[in-house]
């Protein structure tokens, strides 16, 4: 497992931008699949976006599709959640995940490593 530590979060208007970054420690990062998810106020945690081991492969949850990136930098061992378009819908705690595999996945059960989570407020 890794140890996953986000930043970025914050309160932004409806229709603006931020920069999620979510860095892990460990030498083996790089065989990681990672992915985003968020959790809103009295809801389930949800899948937002996933990437593969070496940031060729992308999968994105459909109300962020044309909205959110995701990416990653193996050397730095980071990912990053650039977000645009930012609605009130979006206001949640978002998580960062990870899993030792080749593979990708949407399913929250599937990662085995959690960050503490950043909040993500955007305003009407």
């Known amino acids: 497992q890794v140890q996953l530590v986000e930043s970025g979060g914050g309160l932004v208007q409806a229709g603006g931008s931020l920069r999620l970054s979510c860095a892990a420690s460990g030498r083996t990062f790089s065989r990681y699949a990672m992915a985003w998810f968020r959790q809103a106020p009295g809801k389930e945690r949800e899948f937002v976006a996933t990437i593969n081991w070496s940031g060729g492969v992308t999968y994105y949850k459909d109300s962020v599709k044309g909205r959110f990136t995701m990416s990653r930098d193996n050397a730095k061992s980071t990912v990053d959640l650039q977000m645009t378009s930012l609605k009130p819908d979006d206001t949640a705690v978002y998580y960062c995940?990870?899993?030792?595999?080749?593979?990708?996945?949407?399913?929250?059960?599937?990662?085995?490593?959690w960050g503490q989570g950043t909040q993500v407020t955007v305003s009407s």
């Open positions: 995940a990870a899993r030792n595999s080749i593979s990708i996945s949407n399913q929250r059960s599937w990662y085995d490593s």
